[in-house]
């Protein structure tokens, strides 16, 4: 099994990188007369100029990065310059601006703010005086604040009701996130937000639109299981057909399985820990490892930042994607393999250990799978 995308973050560009150069020149290099404050290491200058001409080709390259908005690269190109050239102070904001991005998501709990928890900055704050700090943790306040402005509206709670049935959704915003686990995580960007069912697909829900429940646990309230992912595909067609004629749904938008990083996205809500709960999982929060010995109503049990629940265990949720490698490199709305055996399910089930039921966690089967712990989630996305 392998494993394991932040939130938009206003642009950072070029210009805003150069003002903080200014900031470091200024107030750092210039305020090093004395020794810092926090730390007995006499401080150095920081110089405004590479020392080598592979340095300074590297701090272009780091900038053509953020323009084009690859942030990872940028932090690559930015790092290597100060692996060669550590007083170069241009790198030091150039760097700054690209971690931000990367990983903006930790700036909204209760993270280190990338200026606390990189070697690089460490080195630079060392070599700069106290002022020079104080400047840069106060733009962190700002960006913090954006980060917050920008996702005011994740969880927005809407209801669609379908045959008399009610549909209950939370709104995930447009962002970036880091997907997957280390040493593979890949930055995920998505440029559009979507809507995810606040629980799992109910039995009541299926039942209503296709008519039978293959469940082998039997309750209108418990998440229908024993489902294929092609299965699935058949109970949106109908859902989808039927959303036509519901004047309350979202316009322009489609009933659909949520992609494998929308899924992600979605369970983090933000979140950098194994479980959008922490780095660990009790019975409290979840049932998984068999400590109830079958599926549970949906909703047992705390929800999420965003208002989702049972995003681990209960079931596992098929995903509209082909299992496959993660991509090299940053990308945008992506979609998975574009060809596969198998198709990926997140979350673990209530016979999963809680390595399984990880945010991270991957697994995966073939598309006529059917299993009493596989049920599935929707989303509603643009058409």
């Known amino acids: 099994m392998m494993e394991k995308i932040t939130s938009n973050v206003p642009n950072l560009r070029y210009g805003l990188c150069a003002y903080l150069v200014f900031l470091l020149l200024v107030v750092g ?25 592979e340095a300074e080709a590297l701090m272009k390259r780091g900038h053509l990065s953020l323009e084009d908005s690859d942030w990872a690269k940028a932090v690559e190109f930015f790092e290597r310059v100060l692996d060669a050239d550590p007083e170069y102070a241009p790198a030091y904001i150039g760097l700054l601006c690209a971690e931000l991005r990367v990983r903006g998501e930790e700036l909204l709990g209760d993270y280190p703010a990338p200026i606390s928890d990189n ?6 704050v060392r070599f700069a005086d106290a002022r020079y700090k104080t400047k840069i943790e106060g733009f962190d306040k700002k960006i913090k604040e954006r980060l917050k402005e ?9 209801t669609v009701t379908i045959k008399g049935v009610e549909y209950a959704f939370r709104w995930c915003p447009s962002g970036n996130f880091m ?3 280390e040493p593979g995580e890949v930055s995920v960007t998505f440029s559009h937000g979507f809507w995810m069912l606040e629980t799992e697909v109910t039995q009541a829900m299926w ?11 039997k309750g209108g309230n ?3 299981e024993s489902v294929s992912w092609n299965d699935c595909q ?18 322009g938008y489609k009933f659909s399985l949520p992609t494998e990083a929308q899924w992600e996205y979605a369970c983090r809500a933000g979140t950098t820990t194994a479980y959008h709960f922490g780095n660990s999982l009790s019975a409290e929060q979840a049932n998984f490892g068999g400590n109830v010995g079958q599926t549970k109503e949906v909703g047992s049990y705390p929800a999420n930042a965003w208002g989702l629940k049972d995003m681990h265990g209960n079931v596992w949720e098929w995903c509209l994607d082909w299992y496959g490698a993660y991509p090299s490199g940053a990308v945008t709305d992506p979609t998975g393999a574009e060809r596969g055996s198998y198709r990926v399910l997140r979350g673990g089930s209530w016979g999963s ?4 039921c990880r945010s991270a966690a991957r697994s995966s089967s073939a598309p006529t799978g059917r299993y009493d712990g596989f049920g599935l989630r929707l989303s509603l996305v643009l058409e």
């Open 179 to 181: 997907m997957g686990d």
């Open 222 to 224: 418990l998440p229908v």
């Open 207 to 217: 039942e209503s639109v296709m008519g039978s429940n293959p469940s082998r646990f």
């Open 234 to 251: 058949e109970f949106i067609t109908k859902l989808n057909a039927l959303l036509a004629g519901t004047p309350v749904a979202p316009v």
């Open 150 to 158: 920008q996702l005011g509206d994740a969880g927005k709670h809407m």
């Open 119 to 124: 070697n690089h900055f460490k080195r630079a």
């Open 29 to 53: 290099c210039g305020g090093t007369q004395g020794q810092n404050a926090e730390s007995d290491i006499p401080p150095k200058a920081i110089r405004p100029e590479a020392k080598t001409p």
């Open 353 to 356: 250990d809680a390595q399984a």
